[in-house]
């Protein structure tokens, strides 16, 4: 791995956040995992032993669809699990939950076969990682959109909400699964669910009391897209409300306390009547949300959402994967206030989903992307870790680089081994003011000129694309 050092300056007029950066590279070699889109990937404990294991759906290039469960030996290493009982599938989604109370994350999957058969299977945990199929389950012909688990009736263990396709007219539905309490399910009728195919569902306790309410966002039986939000008695019962959220579909829910304000708040992601949107609604405490003009980020459709703290910082971060403008697959800095800042690209991730986890136990998230990357191989599943640097070091290439400030005339120098580089200066949206290819090895950039607020300074590596972005802010 190539090596960088970044030496980062305090003056009257720059002020760079001095927290942890955040910076995901590529693992060389890389796990063998199968390269797919259309499908869905998790992080999490399978076999008890405190690290995260791995297990994925999907369809890849000539060989259909296949789920694959891979065990992490604690250091990012990854070993299949072969003979395991579950189906072959993609076009769907994962979704785990201990559901008969013995401590044992449990798997639950809707998705399609490569024949086209819609499949919705519950498999049990030994606590060991060896799962059995759970007969019995009311779950039918079930495939895509979306599901989670969650304790709708106080009772202690987890029922499940699923969306998507269903049956031979891939009709839309959602459907809410009660849990006896052994990982039982039955259907609960007579729900309000609206039935959405292109679809997101998550629970969220919205006022601190302890009821699950439902958000869900996806297309109708009419065709429409649809964000509606349905409030719980705390027994289970759910009543529409009205809500802000624009309607959506193909996209994302996320929940996070965006502004450490201590409730949730909501990322909404996918496409709106007029274009691809990613909103972010702010909770005053008691439920009721509003939209946060002032958060700008891309646009996000066929893609996922999540938050996540990258740089360890106390705060959440966005990470967002789909079609924007581009496609993308980019993580975005919270600076506080609400304020998303762009901190890193991970390439280009269409019909994608990514895990957000640490893999190699070094404390850090790292993230495992599928989808179609427009790059050999084109479905690809690539793995990135967190470098977790600072302030002092970012690791990126061999040749030695710093960031100096010179004088108040021409404050801003990289200076180093960097003929084979280009520098870019960006304002806010991105847009690119400045291009600096390197003649020798030191670099002056005038950024007296550049009006107040955000900036980022883009360094590309011509030979292998590599990239380091470091965001400032002109006071």
Same mark, same amino acid.
């Given at each position: ?13 720059? #002020? &760079?956040? +001095? ?14 995992? &199968? ?20 297990? @994925? ?8 669809? %296949? ?16 003979? $395991? ?77 699923? +969306?998507?396709?269903?049956? *031979? ?5 959602? /459907? ?20 959405? +195919? ?21 297309? =109708?039986?009419?065709?429409? %897209?649809?964000?509606?939000? &349905? ?12 809500? @802000? #959220? ?20 909501? !990322? ?63 993580? &975005? ?28 136990? $070094? ?15 084109? %479905?690809?599943?690539?793995?990135? !870790?967190?470098?977790? #640097? ?15 400030? =010179? ?14 580089? +280009? ?15 390197? /003649? ?17 300074? %883009?360094?590309?590596? @011509?030979? *292998? ?11």
């Amino acid at each position: 791995m190539k090596k960088v050092l970044i030496l980062l300056f305090t003056t009257l007029t720059f #002020f &760079y956040n +001095t927290n942890a950066q955040i910076d995901l590279t590529p693992a060389l070699p890389g796990p063998n995992f &199968y390269g797919a889109d259309v499908g869905d990937v998790m992080l999490a404990d399978l076999d008890n032993d405190g690290d995260k294991d791995f297990i @994925s759906i999907g369809t890849g290039t000539g060989s259909g669809t %296949r789920t694959t469960i891979f065990m992490n030996d604690g250091f990012g290493n990854f070993t299949e699990v072969m003979g $395991d009982p579950l189906v072959d599938v993609g076009n769907g989604v994962i979704e785990l939950g201990d559901v008969n109370g013995d401590g044992f994350l449990d798997i639950y999957i809707q998705a399609s076969t490569s024949g086209g058969i819609k499949t919705a299977n519950l498999y049990m945990n030994d606590g060991t990682g060896a799962f059995t199929l759970s007969t019995g389950q009311p779950f039918g012909e079930r495939s895509g959109g979306d599901a989670a688990f969650g304790d709708i009736d106080d009772d202690d263990d987890l029922d499940l909400i699923t +969306t998507g396709i269903l049956g *031979n007219f891939d009709d839309p539905f959602t /459907t809410l699964f009660i849990n006896d309490g052994f990982g039982n399910f039955s259907e609960v009728t007579g729900t309000p669910f609206e039935a959405l +195919t292109l679809s997101s569902v998550e629970f969220v306790d919205i006022d601190g009391s302890g009821d699950l309410a439902i958000i869900l966002l996806g297309e =109708n039986t009419n065709g429409n %897209r649809s964000t509606t939000f &349905y409030m719980n008695d705390g027994a289970g019962n759910f009543t529409q409300v009205t809500d @802000s #959220f624009k309607d959506f579909s193909g996209g994302e829910i996320a929940i996070g306390d965006s502004d450490n304000d201590g409730d949730l708040d909501i !990322l909404l992601s996918g496409s709106t009547n007029s274009s691809d949107l990613t909103e972010l609604y702010l909770n005053d405490g008691l439920g009721n949300f509003t939209l946060n003009t002032a958060t700008m980020l891309p646009g996000s459709f066929v893609g996922e959402t999540k938050f996540a703290d990258f740089d360890n910082d106390g705060d959440l971060d966005v990470m967002i994967s789909g079609v924007s403008t581009d496609v993308i697959a980019d993580i &975005y800095e919270n600076i506080g206030g609400n304020n998303f800042v762009l901190a890193d690209k991970l390439g280009k991730a269409y019909i994608s989903c990514f895990a957000i986890g640490d893999i190699d136990g $070094d404390t850090d998230l790292d993230a495992i992307i599928g989808g179609t990357s427009f790059t050999s191989p084109v %479905r690809d599943t690539k793995t990135y !870790l967190n470098t977790m #640097f600072n302030d002092a070091e970012l690791l990126l290439d061999f040749d030695c680089m710093t960031l100096t400030h =010179n004088s108040p005339a021409n404050p801003f120098v990289i200076e180093g081994g960097i003929s084979d580089y +280009t520098i870019e200066i960006l304002d806010a949206s991105e847009t690119v003011i400045q291009t600096i290819t390197p /003649t020798s090895s030191k670099v002056s950039i005038e950024i007296t000129i550049l009006p107040a607020g955000i900036h980022f300074v %883009r360094v590309v590596n @011509s030979s *292998n694309n590599l990239v380091f972005i470091q965001h400032m802010i002109k006071e």
